[in-house]
């Protein structure tokens, strides 16, 4: 059976490759064809999230402002690659096999190639990673080229550090757009040696979604509240020898929201699936939240994590690595930073010892995000990038 089903997967990553070569060339075609398919614009932009609706990349660089901009008059479209359920049963469902990812990948090739042709109707697309992002065997940018002919004005953003997956395939994204937006300083140092135009887009949090902690004082066994992705709980893990020797002088319970709490077996442990419904209370009834990422790598400074603005949002002191920490958060100041073990240790029963510096660095991080990360704060300026080349424009209203 498993000879059989590794036969067909081959089968069906030959198809894809070969409806990706005939992609390529009807993108070459298109291209010579452009000057006579090309319409005029009829609505203001046209969104290409790099994934589904609701996904925190997706809700964060675009969904959340969708209702400003019909407030002021603005015209979209947005085509997310796929539905959530789709998405999750792609990659998350048991497979034996790849083939359904195989499947999904020319369904998405043919999607983006046909709103390319559509994008001349719009005054400026954006998009994010890259056009034709999950499949990172694909060599060439036809779908980016395709978008260059049928539009002149197209953003490109980057919210982590993208390009370590395939430098080649960001390089040529970068070739054939005329600005990029970046969350943080590194990504900005890095893509400014790439690109003629690259401005930072601070990352937006809805903070109307979070509840604020009010009750600073300490739980009989201290909450410390993580959460995160499965791949991220390698960091969780290397962070548990610290939290065992805090255990040591103050009971704690290490309370994980996410899809899995992996391997930890600790005792002190307190699992939660991630829903809307219980989030809110979960974390405000915890006491102290952490941000674990102990590999100074592109990765991790490339991104600005966002549990640490919901942190902030919800009023949760925390304790973070000093490496995707948001520009606007300090050491000292809005959060205590950590690298070591002993610093972590060192920090954390910091916090379970002073509850004034629990309510100060959780107050002044509230602040931060507010003023800096809240939706409506950098709405602002997405609006400026997004007709940054339309005449007579006006920041937050519809250009006339």
Partial sequence: MNVVRSAFQKVIYIYLLLSLSVGKLICELLIVLAPFLKAKPAKDFLFLPYTHKDNSGARTRVQEYLPLLERDGYTYDVHYISDADYYNWVYYQPKTSRIREYLFYQKMFWNRLIWCVKASRYQTVFFQRALFPDFYNQTGNPLERLLRAFNNNIIVDYFDADYVRNAKLIDGVVKYCDTITVVNDFLKSYFEKKAKQVILNDL?????????????????????????????????????????????????????????????????????????????????????????????????????????????????????????????????????????????????????????????????????????????????????????????????????
């Fill in 204 to 400: 937006s949090i809805d903070t109307s979604r979070y509840q604020q902690k009010t009750d600073f004082s300490l739980q009989a066994s201290v909450r410390i509240f993580w959460t995160g992705s499965i791949p991220n709980l390698a960091n969780l893990v290397e962070l548990l020898p610290a939290l065992r020797k805090v255990n040591e002088q103050f009971p704690i319970k290490l309370v994980i929201v996410g899809r899995s709490k992996g391997t930890i077996t600790d005792a002190f442990v307190e699992h939660h699936l991630w829903s809307d419904e219980t989030f809110n209370s979960i974390i405000t009834g915890c006491d102290i939240a952490v941000y674990p990422a102990f590999e100074a790598d592109e990765i991790s400074q490339g991104k600005v994590a966002y549990k640490c603005l919901e942190y902030a949002a919800c009023k949760v002191p925390m304790v973070a690595s000093p490496y995707g920490l948001s520009s606007r958060f300090e050491n000292e100041k809005e959060v205590l930073t950590a690298t070591t073990e002993a610093q972590w240790t060192r920090a954390i029963i910091r916090l379970i010892e002073d509850q004034p510096l629990r309510i100060q660095l959780a107050e002044n991080a509230y602040y931060k995000v507010m003023q800096y990360h809240d939706t409506k704060a950098t709405y602002k300026n997405f609006v400026t990038i997004l007709t940054g080349v339309w005449k007579n424009k006006k920041t937050g209203t519809r250009p006339v």
